[in-house]
């Protein structure tokens, strides 16, 4: 993952529940490859506007400059000049994330995305798996489950709001584990 990409690209993910700190990891890969050099570029949906709107943050309050955009054909677009790719909450993008990361990879860029991989039913989250498919190099990241302290894959929402898509952090959800983890009833 270190690796400087020589004449390839390759897709990275980072995936797992809210609290995981898949967030904190994009940006600390980001930032490696700035200190090597690399030109680089933070994406994320215009759909997630927590806490300030042009910058990923981090549960842990790490923050990086990023570029909102509406979809996922802006990123090829505004990517001709980059090494390297970080896309967050890529969850919240249709099925053309997939494409898109891809065609980058194709021109030798490192594309690192990150994302839920379930939704607060607990069913995989729009692109995730197809892009999880995808990946080159994977990872899925635990949180600590909120109730007993096992590793917790759930994000559990505690209002009853029955949309796939709720903006929030832990004012709505919480991380749980798969015996502590109450999906809706429908
Ligand atoms: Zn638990």
Not at 35 to 40: C, D, F, P, Q, R
Not at 112 to 135: I, Q, S, W, Y
């Amino acid at each position: 993952m270190t690796l400087t990409p020589k004449d390839t690209g390759w897709i990275e993910v980072i995936c797992g529940s809210m609290f995981s700190g898949k967030t904190e990891e994009l940006i600390r890969r980001i930032r490696r490859a700035e200190i090597a050099k690399m030109n680089t570029i933070i994406f994320k949906p215009q759909i997630d506007d927590r806490f300030s709107s042009n910058h990923v943050v981090s549960h842990n309050q790490s923050k990086r400059e990023s570029k909102l955009v509406k979809n996922a054909q802006d990123i090829l677009d505004l990517s001709a000049n980059m090494d390297v790719i970080g896309i967050d909450e890529a969850q919240f993008f249709d099925g053309e994330i997939v494409d898109v990361c891809k065609s980058l990879a194709k021109t030798n860029k490192r594309v690192v995305v990150a994302g839920l991989d379930t939704d607060f039913r607990g069913e995989p989250f729009g692109p995730m798996p197809a892009l999880m498919c995808e990946a080159d190099y994977l990872d899925k990241f635990r949180a600590i489950c909120v109730i007993c302290g096992n590793p917790a894959s759930c994000s559990q929402r505690t209002t009853k709001n029955a949309q796939q898509v709720v903006i929030g952090e832990a004012d709505i959800y919480e991380a749980r584990c798969r015996n502590c983890f109450e999906p809706p009833e429908n």
